[in-house]
């Protein structure tokens, strides 16, 4: 069975840091783009940033660019957000994703993680 597990969620101040992590089980996903996505109450899913397959490239919503970085470690089968400076509008429930045979849309979802940032 195929599990993206996230966590590292919780409660910050505004310009704290966390660290989320998804680790997947089930499949390597060493070839498939890997992602964050993000509900905030009352609000549509956004996409918050991926990266693809080896690293080598990184795309970001321009809310979080600069301020987030999302990395993967693919002997772990682990892709990680590295949050920073975070701000109230930040505060949302964060999904994992990932793609399957590398294609356009995610085809995994990890059950999220809660992110409050109090100002």
């Known amino acids: 069975q195929v599990q993206l597990v996230e966590s590292g969620g919780g409660s910050v101040q505004a310009g704290g840091s966390l660290r989320l992590s998804c680790a997947a089980s089930?499949?390597?996903?060493?070839?498939?783009?890997m992602g964050w996505f993000r509900r905030a109450p009352g609000k549509e899913r956004q996409f918050v940033a991926r990266i693809i397959s080896g690293g080598s490239s990184t795309y970001y919503a321009e809310s979080v660019k600069g301020r987030f970085t999302i990395s993967r470690d693919d002997a772990k089968n682990t892709v990680y957000l590295q949050m920073n400076s975070l701000k109230p509008e930040d505060t949302a429930v964060y999904y994992c994703?990932?793609?399957?045979?590398?294609?356009?849309?995610?085809?995994?979802w990890g059950q999220g993680t809660q992110v409050t940032v109090s100002s």
């Open positions: 089930g499949r390597t996903f060493r070839r498939e783009t």
């Open positions: 994703v990932a793609t399957q045979n590398n294609g356009i849309s995610y085809a995994y």
